[in-house]
Structures are given as C-alpha cells and as structure tokens.
Nanobody, 121 residues
Framework: QVQLVESGGGLVQAGGSLRLSCAAS????????MGWYRQAPGKQRELVAT???????NYVDSVKGRFTISRDNAKNTMYLQMNSLKPEDAAVYYC???????????????WGQGTQVTVSS
C-alpha cells in the first residue's frame, strides 16, 4: 500500500520554472519505479519522466533538457524541476509509483491526486 501526495503546481509565464513534489508514504520500500505523468483537458495521460529505485532516469523527448526528476530517499519524496516551461506543458501533473507484486505477477500503479500546472503565453 502506497499513498502519494503532490504539491508545487501553480501559474507561471512561459519560460518560467516550477518544482513539483511528491511525498510517498506507506510501503515505500517496495516501490520499484516512480514517475510523473501529465494530462491536459481532453488529452490522454502522458508519461513525462521516471526514476527507478536505482536512480536511473528517463524523460519524454518533449521535456528533455528542461525537466529534471529526482528523489530524496530520506524524505520519501520525489521532485520534478520544470524549467523553460512552455504553454504545451500546461496540465494536471500526477505522481505515480509502481511496484511489482509477485502474487499477481505484474506491476501495480499508485497515483497521487494531481497538481495543476498552468503556463501563460
């Protein structure tokens, strides 16, 4: 059981920056992968960035060089530093955690409530 709470969203002008935080609680030691998704109105939820338990990171091409995903294991918190924001980055950003459950032989997803990021031109 994992609980996730996002924070840090807001309104910024294009070119500005925001840092999102995701605080994890519960069975955090069992998390294999964490990441950030985003979903704009009327659009499919999109994977933005991931960070593994070993610290490996991946990014969707559209945010490479602008966003940085990181984690603080001592605080059980994951971050997404977003720089050079563009209007197309506007979305609700969701924290995601995945852990493998041997009992069902698959990864299980946990989601935060989402935090709104608005980017004005």
């Amino acid at each position: 059981q994992v609980q996730l709470v996002e924070s840090g969203g807001g309104l910024v002008q294009a070119g500005g920056s925001l840092r999102l935080s995701c605080a994890a609680s519960g069975t955090t030691f069992s998390i294999n992968l964490m990441g950030w998704y985003r979903q704009a109105p009327g659009k499919q939820r999109e994977l933005v960035a991931t960070i593994s338990s070993g610290g490996s990171t991946n990014y969707v091409d559209s945010v490479k060089g602008r966003f940085t995903i990181s984690r603080d294991n001592a605080k059980n918190t994951m971050y997404l530093q977003m720089n050079s924001l563009k209007p197309e980055d506007a979305a609700v950003y969701y924290c995601n955690a995945k852990r493998y459950l041997y009992s069902i032989s698959r990864m299980v997803d946990y989601w935060g409530q989402g935090t709104q990021v608005t980017v004005s031109s």
